[in-house]
């Protein structure tokens, strides 16, 4: 598989299937892995990133998941316009293109695998799927985790568990994560109550794009926010059973909307669906708010004939570094305006 590959296919997590995938986008485990004498990638210099890079390529390029069709990228091979669309399709970090020398990632060839390497930590495994699926994804990350750890030396301690960069990662490494799509939430004016008590947890709320973003389109990313002192098994029945209780309100509220304000939801999902379907200039912000309420639409069964897929993947493919590649012309903010309008007329039909 090429970079360029990925622009013909829909993202595997994209997919709008799995478990409660009217309300979880996606769900995503990650783990963070050192190797044991070699230094942390933040304070290593060029030659001691290289030594790293070195030690684990091999090891990833042999993965089933990998070798198969996957995808292997030096950051410093890859220009800024694919760098950005990693980012977009949640298969990189920001940290990693911040400074590309002696990075890299591995990419299964659904998109679901990620791997990044000399990143914040020698080695962040990302297993990223559709719909509330926390236990498929743990499952798959420990199986990639298991393979490596037979043929890496990774930083341990018996005290602490896995070393990492970062100490809210120390322990088992591992970051586990959600998006939810909350709109009914958000129309209730319910949604800040539900995030306020989702931190009181231990947990941490971000946006659609992860770390650093705001809550776009009434996504919000939920994830534990320390991996010391607890299993993963019980890190990840803690989020699973929050999760659970924020579908419920969110249910809840969508019953709500359905029978006490129906026709203030119906105006609201049918004119975003008009917009999008007209217009011939629009922002990402405008086409994200408006992309939520036509997913709202869908899932209350109001729109037939346009599926969830359809709308996730727009999401993404909206996006600045997305628009550049399908049309393989750079654009001011403008062209990419109506480009979008153009790309989300062709595909709301």
């Keep these: 598989m090429k970079l360029d590959d990925l622009m013909k296919q829909t993202s595997g997590w994209l997919k709008g299937t799995g478990?409660?995938?009217?309300?979880?986008?996606?769900?995503?485990?990650?783990?963070?892995?050192?190797?044991?004498?070699?230094?942390?990638?933040?304070?290593?210099?060029?030659?001691?990133?290289?030594?790293?890079?070195?030690?684990?390529?091999?090891?990833?390029?042999?993965?089933?998941?990998?070798?198969?069709?996957?995808?292997?990228?030096?950051?410093?091979?890859?220009?800024?316009?694919?760098?950005?669309?990693?980012?977009?399709?949640?298969?990189?970090?920001?940290?990693?293109?911040?400074?590309?020398?002696?990075?890299?990632?591995?990419?299964?060839?659904?998109?679901?695998?990620?791997?990044?390497?000399?990143?914040?930590?020698?080695?962040?495994?990302?297993?990223?799927?559709?719909?509330?699926?926390?236990?498929?994804?743990?499952?798959?990350?420990?199986?990639?985790?298991?393979?490596?750890?037979?043929?890496?030396?990774?930083?341990?301690?018996?005290?602490?568990?896995?070393?990492?960069?970062?100490?809210?990662?120390?322990?088992?490494?591992?970051?586990?994560s959600v998006m939810l799509h909350l709109p009914a939430l958000v129309l209730t004016k319910q949604i800040n109550r539900v995030i306020q008590a989702v931190v009181k947890l231990g947990l941490t709320v971000r946006g659609l794009f992860g770390e650093g973003t705001e809550a776009a389109g009434n996504f919000f990313q939920i994830s534990n926010q320390v991996s010391l002192g607890r299993s993963e098994d019980e890190i990840i029945d803690n989020i699973k059973r929050i999760i659970n209780q924020i579908i419920e309100y969110e249910h809840n509220a969508r019953n709500a909307l359905s029978t006490k304000n129906k026709s203030s939801v119906d105006d609201q999902v049918w004119r975003s669906y008009g917009i999008l379907k007209n217009a011939h200039i629009i922002s990402s912000s405008e086409a994200i708010e408006l992309l939520s309420n036509v997913r709202l639409g869908i899932d209350m069964g109001l729109i037939k004939g346009l599926t969830r897929e359809v709308v996730n993947e727009l999401f993404i493919l909206t996006q600045p570094a997305h628009l550049q590649k399908l049309e393989k012309k750079t654009f001011n903010s403008q062209q990419r305006d109506t480009k979008r309008a153009e790309l989300i007329r062709s595909k709301i039909t």
């Design 19 to 176: 478990p409660h995938s009217e309300i979880v986008f996606s769900s995503r485990v990650r783990l963070a892995r050192n190797l044991e004498k070699v230094i942390f990638s933040n304070w290593a210099n060029k030659d001691q990133l290289e030594h790293a890079l070195m030690m684990i390529e091999p090891k990833l390029k042999a993965l089933e998941q990998i070798k198969n069709n996957g995808l292997y990228l030096k950051m410093s091979d890859v220009s800024s316009i694919d760098k950005q669309l990693l980012v977009e399709r949640h298969l990189i970090s920001r940290e990693l293109v911040a400074k590309v020398q002696s990075k890299a990632v591995v990419i299964s060839n659904d998109e679901t695998v990620s791997i990044m390497l000399n990143e914040e930590d020698h080695l962040r495994i990302q297993v990223l799927l559709p719909g509330f699926a926390l236990d498929d994804c743990w499952k798959k990350s420990e199986q990639i985790d298991s393979v490596l750890e037979k043929q890496l030396s990774f930083a341990f301690s018996v005290k602490w568990g896995y070393l990492t960069a970062c100490p809210t990662n120390t322990g088992t490494g591992i970051r586990a």
